[in-house]
């Protein structure tokens, strides 16, 4: 998120500070313990460019808050809030792109995978399978084959 008002930046569950979501690094327990509640904007908690924290004893939740203070952000009355889309593991642009999303959210398949499997022995026969993955896009096709060889 790319924050200007504050006004449409959830504090506790957006991805607003390099932390990442701060309900995720404190817990539910942080919202009680600050008394910040769960759908607070960033507005309401920074109030002419002052944090409002309740005190705490909680390390963890002390040293969150330590770092939230340390993070540069002066709130812009006159601009609104962005969303920012992610192209990749640590870029973000105002741009959503289908292609980009699609590539990071997709489940990736090895192309091809082969495999021989030596089958029972001793019988003058031996049995041999093999298994193939092929992926187009999402989908996949699993064939099996097997055959038997005879020993001379």
Request: charged share 25%; glycine share 6%; hydrophobic share 35%.
């Amino acid at each position: 998120m790319e924050v200007h008002n504050g006004n449409s930046v959830g504090f506790w569950t957006d991805l607003w500070h390099p932390i990442g979501r701060l309900i995720e690094a404190v817990g539910e327990k942080g919202t009680q313990k600050l008394d910040i509640l769960r759908n607070a904007r960033i507005a309401e908690v920074l109030v002419d460019n002052q944090w409002r924290f309740r005190n705490t004893r909680d390390s963890n939740i002390q040293n969150v808050t330590s770092q939230i203070k340390e993070f540069p952000l002066n709130l812009q009355q006159n601009e609104e809030d962005r969303a920012l889309w992610k192209r990749s593991d640590d870029e973000y642009r105002k741009e959503f792109s289908a292609y980009n999303t699609w590539d990071i959210i997709r489940t990736r398949y090895t192309k091809l995978v082969s495999s021989n499997m030596g089958g029972p022995t001793g019988n003058n026969s031996n049995c041999q399978a093999q298994l193939k993955i092929c992926v187009s896009g999402s989908l996949f096709s699993l064939s099996l084959a097997s055959r038997k060889k005879r020993l001379r």
